[in-house]
Structure formats: structure tokens, C-alpha cells
Nanobody
Framework: QVQLVESGGGLVQAGDSLRLSCATSGRTFSTYVMGWFRQAPGKEREFVARISTGGSTTYYAGSVKGRFTISRDNAKNTVYLQMNTLAPEDTAVYYC???????????????WGQGTQVTVSS
């Protein structure tokens, strides 16, 4: 059982930066692939970024690549999402998730945080 708690969301202006944190429970944190997702009002949840168990490999959605950076600190059981040059289209509830590969290319996220709101005004 893994519990995840996001923090760091808020209201910012276009062009600003924000760093989200996801604190997790359990000593098995380092065995999980970690991901960030977001859901804008009236839209489906979408993938944002993921990071491998050891933190050496990352993958980003095209919409955030070059602007967002995912990282993790296994010693602190925490994953981060650094968001730079934010734009209004980044407005969404951001969710942290923990998962494992079920196939070589498929990650199943079994645990989810409650979400943190990010609002970007113009």
C-alpha cells in the first residue's frame, strides 16, 4: 500500500514557474515508476511525465517537453515536477501516481494522489 500526497500547486501568471512535490509512504518507493498526470476542466486525464525507478530515465508528453522536468529523491520518498514557462493551457489538476511495468512498454499506475490545482492566468 502506497499513499501519495501532492503539494505545490497554486495560482500563477503565464511565464511563471512552479514546482510540484509528491510525498509518498513506504520503503518500497524506489521500486515504483512514478508519473505525473493532469486533468483540465471538461477534459480527460492526460499523461504529463514519468520517471524510472532509479531516476535515470524520463519521458514527457510533447506538450510539456522542454518546459517541465520530473525528478525523484528516493531517499526522501518524493517525486517532483518542475514546471517552467507555464501557460494558461497548463491549467489543470495535477496528479502524482506510482506504478510498475506490466509489459516492456506498459505501466499500470496502481496508486494515485489526491491532486493539486495549478491555475495559470494570462
Amino acid at each position: 500500500q502506497v499513499q501519495l500526497v501532492e503539494s505545490g500547486g497554486g495560482l500563477v501568471q503565464a511565464g511563471d514557474s512552479l514546482r510540484l512535490s509528491c510525498a509518498t509512504s513506504g520503503r518500497t518507493f524506489s521500486t515504483y515508476v512514478m508519473g505525473w498526470f493532469r486533468q483540465a476542466p471538461g477534459k480527460e486525464r492526460e499523461f504529463v511525465a514519468r520517471i524510472s525507478t532509479g531516476g535515470s530515465t524520463t519521458y514527457y508528453a510533447g506538450s510539456v517537453k522542454g518546459r517541465f522536468t520530473i525528478s525523484r529523491d528516493n531517499a526522501k520518498n518524493t517525486v517532483y515536477l518542475q514546471m517552467n514557462t507555464l501557460a494558461p493551457e497548463d491549467t489543470a489538476v495535477y496528479y502524482c501516481a506510482a506504478g510498475r511495468f506490466t509489459t516492456i512498454r506498459t505501466v499500470i499506475y496502481d496508486y494515485w494522489g489526491q491532486g493539486t490545482q495549478v491555475t495559470v492566468s494570462s
